[in-house]
């Protein structure tokens, strides 16, 4: 196909960046929280959202002023907080005891505030984080000096993080989050204009031509998830090249897709039925909460095995609807539902986290609207 570049790689990149609605708002908030220069800022959603495409996109913003710190988080202990920090902002401390490394970290810090800048730590894979571990982080961000924090921490998790923060006892650490954003899957029409973007971004010549039709079953299929719909068009586009096709129709797009279901089935998922996401829907009595547990612990493992190659990936593939009928089953049970005290600000789809004791103001629409979007992206991306 003549193409410059691979147009649907799975690893984050954010020269191929589309700005759908959802991420446009999610980048507002972003950069939102970090003039705040305090708190937490918090960017949740499934997996392969486009959360860590937002982070990068983040960082490669900031200005001389600030010293970005980045962070992948595994499972730990409170007391490893620290010696996590500190290696991010690479400072040594092998042999040191906690309080040494603390006290490392901290004259890191102080010397940073009286240079004029300020650090920003950005943690990603939130979700790994221990209720000790982030009650660790809250009371470092506590810590100030000249009257400026220590740092400003961002943190991006996956959807059991969001039902982390939710928690009765998490309610201290809520009260620190000065903005939260939930990253919902892209619509129908924002797909089609996600796989548009990548290819001409590769030099695409509408060689093979995508139909409407095509562009709708690659929706149902990967339920607006990126990266899903990265892996079913790169085995498309392989499909294409193997069979001589210039036309990418419906057709071939479930001839992928059912060898990436059979591919599912042959690692031993085969309890994962084609039906199953019209029977979770239909089952409205069923805890949201523990399907959403289910789908974490389902996404952890998969999440896991993506190195793995093509076979693997197709595995999260298959788990697109399911999730997407989980987000309209809890949509549904929150409007049958009373207000609860776990109904949070902080942590709601869309909605900035607000904090009256902390006279926390909101963004306004003109403020979001002023960003970059499909139709005015610099890569020309929405265009058809």
């Excluded at 009257?147 to 809520?174: C, I, S, W």
């Excluded at 902080?346 to 629409?365: P, R, Y």
Aim: glycine residues 8%; proline residues 4%.
């Amino acid at each position: 196909y003549n193409l410059s570049a691979k147009p649907f790689r799975l690893t984050p990149d954010p020269s191929f960046l589309y700005v759908s609605a959802v991420h446009k708002r999610a980048l507002a908030y972003l950069r939102y929280g970090l003039t705040q220069g305090e708190g937490f800022v918090v960017i949740t959603g499934h997996v392969g959202a486009g959360k860590t495409t937002l982070l990068k996109v983040l960082l490669a913003e900031l200005g001389d002023d600030v010293v970005a710190a980045e962070m992948v988080a595994t499972p730990m202990a409170a007391k490893e907080v620290i010696e996590r920090i500190g290696a991010a902002l690479g400072i040594t401390y092998e042999g040191l005891h906690r309080a040494a490394v603390l006290q490392r970290v901290e004259v890191f810090l102080k010397a940073r505030i009286e240079e004029g800048l300020r650090v920003v730590l950005l943690i990603d894979e939130a979700q790994n984080l221990a209720t000790e571990a982030l009650e660790e982080l809250r009371m470092l961000t506590n810590q100030q000096h000249q009257g400026k924090p220590y740092f400003q921490v961002f943190l991006v998790g996956q959807n059991e993080f969001r039902h982390t923060l939710q928690r009765a006892d998490m309610e201290q650490f809520r009260q620190r989050v000065i903005a939260s954003y939930h990253l919902s899957p892209m619509d129908a029409e924002e797909t089609e204009g996600y796989v548009i973007h990548r290819l001409k971004r590769a030099g695409w010549q509408r060689d093979p031509e995508f139909t409407r039709d095509a562009f709708a079953e690659v929706h149902r299929y990967a339920g607006g998830i990126p990266r899903r719909i990265n892996t079913l068009c790169d085995r498309l586009m392989l499909f294409g090249f193997l069979e001589e096709r210039h036309v990418i129709d419906s057709e071939a797009v479930r001839v992928v897709s059912d060898e990436l279901l059979e591919e599912l089935r042959a690692q031993g998922l085969e309890t994962v039925e084609e039906d199953q996401p019209a029977v979770i829907a239909a089952d409205v009595a069923v805890s949201s909460e523990g399907l959403a547990g289910q789908f974490a612990a389902l996404g952890q493992a998969l999440e896991q095995m993506l190195g793995q190659g093509h076979r693997e990936a197709a595995l999260e593939d298959r788990v697109a609807e399911l999730e997407s009928r989980l987000s309209e089953l809890e949509a549904r049970l929150m409007v049958a539902a009373p207000t609860s005290a776990m109904d949070v600000p902080a942590v709601t789809d869309g909605d900035m986290a607000f904090d009256d004791d902390h006279g926390i103001e909101g963004l306004s629409d003109q403020e979001s609207d002023a960003l970059p979007g499909p139709d005015d992206a610099p890569y020309d991306g929405g265009s058809r």
